[in-house]
């Protein structure tokens, strides 16, 4: 049974670089691995999205081994306003869309 | 910039009512969703959409129907509201092509409260 597994809350202070690290036991060979965010009272949001190696933009990167069974999300730097919940998602060997159930990150100042 | 409206911010309903929850999106996008997000379940799909007239059921599809009559809205009805369906709904849209490859575009849902 494919299912994706990501840890429930992270701490960190304002600047730190912030990695997240999500699990993926069953991924698709031709599957892509998406990354969101979520604020309070909004919709989650696109962040980044890789399918192996290393994908870099101007609010993340995401580094992906080359079994692609994990993949880590890094936030350089944070700020207070990067408090949120952060999601991984893929979809599994049915195709089905997998989501995790969110790493809840909280910078302190 | 993508944006899908989701009709009501916060809504409250009697049990057996028939609610109606309402999504459009303005980017032609051909796929839509709707997910419920309750704390400690994450996201389950409810139902999805990858054309006009077309329905699939996602995890959750029990106790939920949906309509989509024109590409830009896809509504979610729940036949007979029960308390068990209080949740935050989502709606969400991404262009065509396997939903794997697409990134999903999210309304700011809506709370719904059934008492």
């Known amino acids: 049974l494919a299912k994706t597994t990501q840890p429930i809350s992270m701490d960190s202070y304002e600047g730190q670089e912030v990695n997240i690290t999500c699990s993926h036991n069953?991924?698709?060979?031709?599957?892509?691995i998406t990354w969101y965010q979520q604020f309070p009272s909004q919709g989650p949001r696109f962040i980044i999205q890789g399918y192996k190696t290393k994908v870099t933009n101007e609010v993340a990167s995401l580094f992906i081994p080359a079994d692609r069974k994990s993949s880590t999300l890094s936030l350089p730097r944070v700020s207070l306003s990067d408090t949120a919940v952060y999601y991984c998602r893929h979809a599994g060997n049915n195709r089905k869309l997998i989501w995790g159930l969110g790493t809840s990150l909280a910078v302190n100042p | 910039d993508v944006k899908v409206t989701q009709s009501s911010r916060y809504l409250v309903k009697r049990t057996g009512e028939k609610v109606f929850l309402e999504c459009v999106q303005d980017?032609?996008?051909?796929?839509m969703f709707w997910y419920r997000q309750d704390p400690g379940l994450g996201l389950r799909l409810i139902y999805f959409s990858y054309d006009v007239k077309m329905k699939e059921k996602g995890d959750i599809p029990e106790g939920y129907s949906v309509s989509r009559e024109k590409k830009e809205r896809f509504s979610l009805i729940l036949e007979s509201a029960s308390t068990n369906q209080t949740s935050m709904y989502l709606c969400a849209s991404s262009l065509a092509g396997t939903d794997e490859f697409q990134p999903q575009h999210f309304g700011d849902g809506t709370r719904l409260s059934i008492l």
């Open positions: 980017m032609d996008h051909e796929n």
């Open positions: 069953n991924i698709a060979t031709n599957d892509y």
